[in-house]
């Protein structure tokens, strides 16, 4: 074993500690990556794979490049100036994130090309410039310690602990506590401080550490917006003015990530302004009748704005309503800001299916409004998910949910229908009205275990609205039923059923 002198050993240690440093701020960039294009894509497992595609393209491509720069003879500093570049282009990246996003999304291009294309311009390139870090320090290294099995092991285990810390700190932790843009801000300041003790002259270092505290300066003296109000661990949420399409006074909607879910009146909580709520609280009249007036027992999978829960109380007030929300950030943005009083309600704060399951019931009525971007999570479509519904409904209750699909093949719509046929005697979908055009529909479906439904339902209240019963036209247009699957938990390809909404022009 050949002993290496102190200054060799604090070379060995700088580099091992840049290469954590810096893996972990890639994964970081990864992570947000979702985040910052989740107002202008949405988030869905094209978006997810785009992102984890092209770091992994970028980081292989600059371990490549290190590679050969290292047996070229690049030095220590060929790594500080690359974690300068990298830093510098991470923060560019926020600057040019919104006109990018303009474009790319304006030209038409469809998620799978627009998620492509926008973490392409905005990720590859640091992506390449921190895969040049690990193979260029590692060969610097082995110039120290002929251990060369020690070396090259000790420096791939700290790139890939570096990269599941980055993973952790920034799902856990950072974003949740400092938001995306604040993150980003502060990774390309911290790589431009890894860059100082592999800079051998001082005015680089001095150059450098300025340029690192201007940044950090920049982020707080919030320059650059980030376009959520307000960010939690799973959506960014906006509120935004919508009285324009109320009949009268104040109105406001609820944005998460790019999707509005929902419009709520100040003045009154019963005006169901958007058609797919009103629909569900005009079917469960339907169904009930003169039992709705008489208070019913509700449970809401997603709670979004509230808007449906806030009626059902202004309408019904003996009703009990439970209301199972994923994230407690959205309840209080809709208490803070869109005119919700949560105290008459039982609010969950948990998945919708293990809400269902462990809270108090039985139920008249479940409410189906859960949505990540425009596609349902697959638990909440499934057999089983409907036979839990079922089990925890009263005798005589319904299911009522909403689904985005396309028109006029709505193939999610149809699957949904397989799996709910197979638990539930009565179904049916709903629509408005029919477009002219293939274009995208909120589509309502409801269940229950006794009596056909209508071919008609009228608004006996609010705006002026009738909706029809389309299941059987549907069964003769498009994809045959029996063409597509009964969602279960075992296979449930949502994204795949919904892929002319993610990926062509009906989104």
């Not at 002993?3 to 060995?12: D, E, G, Y």
């Not at 935004?240 to 419009?263: F, T």
């Not at 019913?296 to 009990?320: C, H, K, M």
């Not at 209240?461 to 909706?467: A, L, Y």
Request: proline share 5%.
């Amino acid at each position: 074993m050949t002993a290496t002198p102190n200054a060799s050993r604090s070379r060995l240690f700088v580099y091992g500690a840049v290469i954590f440093l810096s893996s972990a701020a890639l994964l970081v960039l990864e992570m947000v990556a979702g985040r910052l294009l989740a107002p202008y894509i949405g988030v869905s497992l094209y978006s997810w794979t785009s992102i984890i595609g092209v770091i992994l393209a970028g980081l292989s491509l600059g371990n490549w490049i290190g590679g050969i720069r290292a047996d070229r003879g690049a030095d220590e500093r060929s790594a500080a100036r690359v974690l300068v570049l990298a830093g510098l282009y991470s923060l560019g990246s926020l600057a040019l994130l919104s006109r990018l996003a303009a474009g790319v999304v304006g030209s038409g291009a469809g998620l799978l090309a627009s998620s492509f294309l926008l973490t392409a311009l905005l990720f590859f390139i640091p992506a390449v410039l921190l895969g040049v870090v690990t193979p260029l320090l590692t060969t610097l290294a082995l110039r120290l310690d002929d251990r060369t099995g020690h070396v090259v092991g000790r420096m791939h285990a700290l790139a890939a602990v570096g990269s599941i810390a980055g993973t952790f700190a920034a799902g856990y932790w950072l974003i949740q506590y400092f938001g995306t843009y604040m993150v980003v801000i502060g990774t390309a300041a911290l790589l431009l401080l890894l860059a100082l003790p592999l800079f051998r002259l001082r005015a680089s270092r001095i150059a450098t550490g300025t340029a690192a505290a201007a940044i950090l300066a920049l982020g707080a003296s919030n320059v650059l917006q980030a376009p959520c109000d307000r960010e939690s661990s799973y959506f960014c949420i906006r509120v935004a003015d919508h009285s324009a399409d109320a009949p009268y006074g104040e109105a406001r909607g609820m944005v998460l990530d790019h999707l509005l879910h929902s419009i709520n009146h100040r003045e009154d909580p019963s005006l169901m302004i958007a058609p797919y709520v009103h629909a569900m609280d005009e079917l469960v009249h339907t169904h009930f009748g003169a039992g709705y007036e008489a208070g019913l027992d509700y449970f809401f999978a997603g709670g979004g704005a509230y808007t449906q829960p806030r009626a059902v109380l202004a309408l019904s007030p003996d009703s009990s309503v439970t209301v199972a929300e994923l994230d407690p950030l959205v309840t209080r943005t809709a208490a803070d800001s869109l005119y919700l009083d949560p105290s008459g309600m039982e609010i969950i704060h948990d998945d919708a299916r293990r809400a269902l399951l462990h809270a108090a019931g039985p139920f008249d009525v479940v409410i189906g409004d859960v949505f990540h971007d425009v596609a349902i999570p697959q638990h909440l479509v499934t057999r089983e998910f409907f036979e839990l519904v079922d089990a925890r409904l009263a005798d005589g209750g319904m299911l009522a949910m909403n689904v985005v699909d396309a028109f006029p093949d709505p193939r999610l719509v149809k699957a949904v229908m397989n799996a709910l046929r197979s638990v539930f005697p009565y179904t049916a979908v709903w629509v408005d009205q029919l477009p002219d055009k293939a274009t995208r529909v909120t589509y309502i479906i409801t269940a229950r275990r006794h009596g056909e439904w209508p071919e008609r339902v009228a608004a006996r209240r609010g705006p002026p609205r009738t909706w029809y019963r389309i299941d059987e036209p549907m069964a003769r247009t498009g994809t045959p039923f029996d063409d597509l699957p009964v969602l279960s938990d075992r296979y449930a390809p949502v994204e795949r059923l919904i892929a002319d909404l993610l990926t062509g022009a009906n989104r």
